[in-house]
């Protein structure tokens, strides 16, 4: 097989949820702890810090990651979904995984493959762990896929957890409360091992705090500990300022991000609270910095109020539950601009209502569909739009909607693309 043949043979033998949602979705550790015998326990080889959470995980695995390179460690990135191609998922020290590598995994798993029949992100979370261990890592930076406690990267023990924040997102698997969501992230949190909350919720301090005391884990709540204000940008436009003070002490940190986003400042106050408390490496302020302002040139991180242009502006953002896009949209109406155009694009299992009630009123709107399967038909979108007091109109891809977007837009307009990971993988 090659390359393409491949994701083929991964894409149509195994379930993947990036494809088809829920029926992917396996509930227990069976086929992840058959793989990992099978394949001599590899994630034992490396240390491992282990990311879960709603909104903000993603960035804060690249985040780790991007520091721990800066400080000279071998460090593996396993994150999710991929947005243009599946080798984003496994890195190290910022290089994908190669292609033969991919291929030499599954064409050599081919009898374990066809007994166990695992799903597609079970499949490649051991093809990460594996991978890491044959590349030398001294480190690997593990998010999770779905919640934590039943996710297939939770059989390892990491140095350290952490858990960004809960949100409502897969309550059709997760659970219907914030209490329950938290109740399964919570499930990373292992014995002895220290673990940070980036962000104090009243509905689920007690649940990370009782689960914490169970194990005997250290636990702590960043925001109590550090808090970040998002400022201007650079003059090249490629950083953006953020101020950290140490609650502690008063001192202010000042910041240079590769990350443009108002809401990473809730991610780096995560990121610093990690670094005070993890212990076994040797690691620098300096380097803390430096990896804040390389991250998206270490680690290849994408999709993150990503500008594309500037006249007029484009920005995309893979935000795609309701916390998240209330943020994204807070800093859209913060952002100078004459007209705003969206274009945007939801997954079928998405409460689509809910999601369109945050949207601005007076943006124009272009709707439209991935290319995948879980993408929600855009005129049942424009219909739910209009229903909600929004106006546009419906492109059957997301290439017609862009051009429409970009025809009808002046220098001094915004244009925005998001509401899902894969309408975001179609531009960037």
Same mark, same amino acid.
């Not at 166990?116 to 991978?131: D, G, I, Q, R, V």
């Not at 689509?352 to 995948?372: C, G, H, K, N, Q």
């Not at 007091?389 to 925005?416: P, T, W």
């Given at each position: 097989?090659?390359?393409?043949?491949?994701?083929?043979?991964?894409?149509?033998?195994?379930p993947?949820?990036?494809?088809?949602?829920?029926?992917?979705?396996?509930?227990?550790?069976?086929?992840?702890?058959?793989?990992?015998?099978?394949?001599?326990?590899?994630?034992?080889?490396?240390?491992?810090?282990?990311?879960?959470?709603?909104?903000?995980?993603?960035?804060?695995?690249?985040?780790?990651?991007?520091?721990?390179?800066e400080?000279?460690?071998?460090?593996?990135?396993?994150?999710?979904?991929?947005?243009?191609?599946?080798?984003?998922?496994?890195?190290?020290?910022?290089?994908?995984?190669?292609?033969?590598?991919?291929?030499?995994?599954?064409?050599?798993?081919?009898?374990?493959?066809?007994?166990?029949k695992?799903?597609?992100?079970?499949?490649?979370?051991?093809?990460?762990?594996?991978?890491?261990?044959?590349?030398?890592?001294?480190?690997?930076?593990?998010?999770?896929?779905?919640?934590?406690?039943?996710?297939?990267?939770?059989?390892?023990?990491?140095?350290?957890?952490?858990?960004?924040?809960v949100?409502?997102?897969?309550?059709?698997?997760?659970?219907?409360?914030?209490?329950?969501?938290?109740?399964?992230?919570?499930?990373?949190?292992?014995?002895?091992?220290?673990?940070?909350?980036?962000?104090?919720?009243?509905?689920?301090?007690?649940i990370?705090?009782?689960?914490?005391?169970?194990?005997?884990?250290?636990?702590?709540f960043?925001?109590?500990?550090?808090?970040?204000?998002?400022?201007?940008?650079?003059?090249?436009?490629?950083?953006?300022?953020?101020?950290?003070?140490?609650l502690?002490?008063?001192?202010?940190?000042?910041?240079?991000?590769?990350l443009?986003?108002?809401?990473?400042?809730?991610?780096?106050?995560?990121?610093?609270?990690?670094?005070?408390?993890?212990?076994?490496?040797?690691?620098?302020?300096?380097?803390? *910095?430096?990896g804040?302002?390389?991250?998206v $040139? /270490?680690?290849?991180?994408?999709?993150?109020?990503q &500008? #594309? !242009?500037?006249?007029?502006?484009i920005?995309?953002d893979?935000?795609?539950?309701?916390?998240? *896009?209330e943020?994204?949209?807070?800093?859209? $109406? /913060?952002?100078?601009?004459?007209?705003?155009?969206? &274009? #945007? !694009?939801?997954?079928?299992?998405?409460?689509?209502?809910?999601?369109?009630s945050?949207?601005?009123?007076?943006?124009?709107?272009?709707?439209t $569909?991935?290319?995948?399967?879980?993408?929600?038909?855009?005129?049942?979108?424009?219909?739910?739009?209009?229903?909600?007091?929004l106006?546009?109109?419906?492109?059957?891809?997301?290439?017609?909607?862009?051009?429409?977007?970009?025809?009808?837009?002046?220098?001094?307009?915004?244009?925005?693309?998001?509401?899902s990971?894969?309408?975001?993988?179609?531009?960037?």
């Amino acid at each position: 097989m090659n390359y393409d043949e491949t994701l083929e043979f991964l894409y149509s033998q195994l379930p993947a949820y990036h494809r088809i949602g829920k029926p992917a979705y396996k509930n227990n550790l069976d086929n992840t702890l058959a793989l990992d015998e099978y394949s001599g326990n590899p994630h034992r080889l490396y240390k491992t810090i282990h990311i879960a959470g709603t909104n903000g995980k993603g960035s804060v695995s690249h985040l780790i990651a991007s520091v721990l390179m800066e400080s000279g460690y071998r460090t593996g990135l396993f994150t999710s979904p991929h947005l243009r191609d599946f080798r984003e998922r496994i890195r190290i020290n910022g290089k994908m995984i190669p292609r033969s590598t991919v291929i030499k995994f599954v064409r050599d798993h081919q009898p374990v493959i066809k007994s166990l029949k695992p799903s597609f992100f079970e499949m490649t979370a051991a093809m990460s762990f594996s991978y890491f261990a044959d590349a030398g890592a001294d480190v690997a930076v593990i998010e999770t896929g779905l919640g934590g406690r039943l996710d297939s990267t939770n059989i390892i023990t990491p140095v350290l957890s952490v858990i960004t924040n809960v949100g409502h997102d897969h309550m059709d698997m997760l659970g219907d409360s914030l209490q329950k969501i938290a109740a399964e992230k919570a499930g990373i949190i292992k014995q002895n091992v220290p673990v940070v909350i980036s962000e104090t919720q009243p509905e689920t301090a007690g649940i990370f705090l009782s689960k914490a005391e169970g194990t005997d884990s250290p636990l702590s709540f960043a925001d109590t500990n550090f808090s970040c204000i998002p400022g201007g940008y650079s003059k090249s436009g490629k950083t953006r300022n953020f101020a950290v003070t140490d609650l502690s002490s008063g001192r202010v940190i000042n910041v240079e991000s590769g990350l443009h986003g108002d809401y990473q400042a809730g991610n780096l106050k995560a990121l610093f609270e990690v670094f005070r408390v993890m212990e076994g490496f040797i690691i620098t302020e300096d380097d803390i *910095l430096r990896g804040i302002r390389n991250v998206v $040139r /270490n680690t290849g991180i994408m999709g993150r109020w990503q &500008v #594309l !242009g500037r006249s007029p502006l484009i920005v995309c953002d893979t935000g795609h539950n309701r916390e998240g *896009l209330e943020f994204v949209i807070k800093q859209i $109406r /913060n952002q100078p601009k004459n007209r705003l155009h969206m &274009v #945007l !694009g939801f997954v079928n299992d998405k409460d689509v209502r809910s999601l369109l009630s945050v949207m601005p009123e007076d943006a124009i709107y272009y709707f439209t $569909r991935a290319s995948v399967e879980r993408a929600m038909d855009e005129n049942v979108l424009l219909s739910e739009a209009l229903r909600a007091g929004l106006e546009g109109k419906s492109y059957r891809d997301v290439r017609s909607a862009m051009i429409a977007a970009i025809g009808n837009a002046e220098e001094d307009d915004m244009i925005f693309i998001g509401g899902s990971t894969f309408v975001v993988a179609e531009v960037v």
